[in-house]
């Protein structure tokens, strides 16, 4: 019979994988015995095939969002640089469950185009976790780099310097690229895509198999 297992604190949740078998996939926060936050990925179905999502999903945290392979549980990563960017993994989650796998897609480039206004935005490395960004555009585009900017510090928790072009800054002052060039298409609309993600975490819960065979 299923139990329930000690995993930490949820902080992310997929009520329905559509990409293996409408299983549900959950994201759990706990420290290593070093006191390093690590997230897992866990799931309580037992189909057969739902060891290798949990695989792909992981890996595809490390590939797309530059986090690493953990070895304090199964399907576990962490941020290179020992911090929790909570709300970045959480981002990060919403992103690799969108992906179907088994093959690790293409990794974003650090520019995003802008179908409305036609601009092409970048950002770009100053080291120490600060990246600035910028605009192939006519007119003026500073308001709305700021606004770029605001969509970075909702969506990873990134302090903005609005004076250095502007630039969005890692609190931890480790270098993300990979994690930057996957939030900026993102962070062109910061709104809708944290409405995504309360949508996503929304349509269910997640309890063990035990619990899911108990009558109403």
Not at 42 to 64: N, Q
Not at 149 to 163: H, I, P, R, T
Request: net charge neutral.
């Amino acid at each position: 019979m299923g139990h329930v297992l000690e995993l930490g604190r949820r902080v992310a949740l997929q009520p329905m994988d559509a990409h293996c078998h409408d299983i549900t996939v959950a994201l759990y926060r706990d420290l290593a015995p070093g006191g390093t936050p690590f997230y897992a990925f866990h799931s309580y179905s037992c189909h057969p095939d739902a060891g290798l999502r949990l695989d792909f999903l992981a890996a595809a945290a490390c590939h797309l969002g530059g986090m690493v392979a953990s070895g304090a549980r199964a399907h576990a990563v962490a941020w290179p640089c020992g911090a929790a960017h909570l709300s970045a993994t959480r981002r990060l989650f919403v992103e690799v469950c969108k992906l179907a796998g088994p093959a690790l897609p293409a990794l974003r480039p650090p520019e995003a185009d802008e179908a409305r206004s036609g601009a092409r935005y970048h950002v770009e490395g100053l080291g120490a976790g600060r990246y600035r960004l910028s605009a192939d555009a006519p007119g003026d585009m500073s308001v709305r780099l700021r606004t770029i900017a605001g969509g970075f510090g909702k969506l990873a928790e990134m302090a903005v310097d609005e004076a250095a072009g502007p630039a969005v800054a890692f609190p931890c002052g480790h270098d993300h690229d990979r994690l930057v060039a996957l939030l900026l298409p993102r962070a062109l609309n910061a709104r809708a895509a944290m409405r995504e993600e309360e949508s996503v975490a929304g349509r269910g819960v997640l309890v063990a198999p035990s619990a899911q065979n108990q009558p109403n």
